[in-house]
């Protein structure tokens, strides 16, 4: 069984930074896509980044693009969001997700995904 622990969040004013954290436990090697999802009251869960571990290969929704950076740290069995220039529109309460399976094209269904953290909460202020 997996586990996954987000931390980071916070409040940020616009234009700021933040970099968020996910540790994995309790899981056995293999490959696997791990997501970072965001989501505001009364909306559905998006897909923000993902990280295939086998390709090599990062997603990003375009409106993040050239701003956030989704990265691993397999010594530390950890995901990480790096968030910059950041919006108003980016406050929302952030999952880490995985599953043991290549992210693909279908990376921000939030279907594919087993495994969720408890999220942490992101605040942008104008």
């Known amino acids: 069984q997996v586990q996954l622990v987000e931390s980071g969040g916070g409040s940020v004013q616009a234009g700021g930074s933040l970099r968020l954290s996910c540790a994995a436990f309790?899981?056995?090697?293999?490959?696997?896509?791990m997501g970072w999802f965001r989501q505001t009251p009364g909306k559905e869960r998006e897909g923000v980044a993902a990280?295939?571990?086998?390709?090599?290969?990062?997603y990003y929704a375009d409106a993040v693009k050239g701003r956030f950076t989704i990265s691993h740290d397999n010594a530390k069995n950890t995901l990480y969001l790096q968030m910059s220039s950041l919006k108003p529109e980016a406050t929302a309460m952030y999952y880490c997700?995985?599953?043991?399976?290549?992210?693909?094209?279908?990376?921000?269904?939030?279907?594919?995904?087993?495994?969720w953290g408890q999220g942490t909460q992101v605040t942008v202020s104008s």
């Open positions: 997700a995985a599953h043991y399976s290549w992210c693909g094209g279908t990376w921000n269904f939030n279907s594919r995904y087993r495994y």
């Open positions: 309790g899981y056995t090697y293999s490959g696997y896509c």
């Open positions: 990280y295939d571990h086998d390709v090599g290969s990062t």
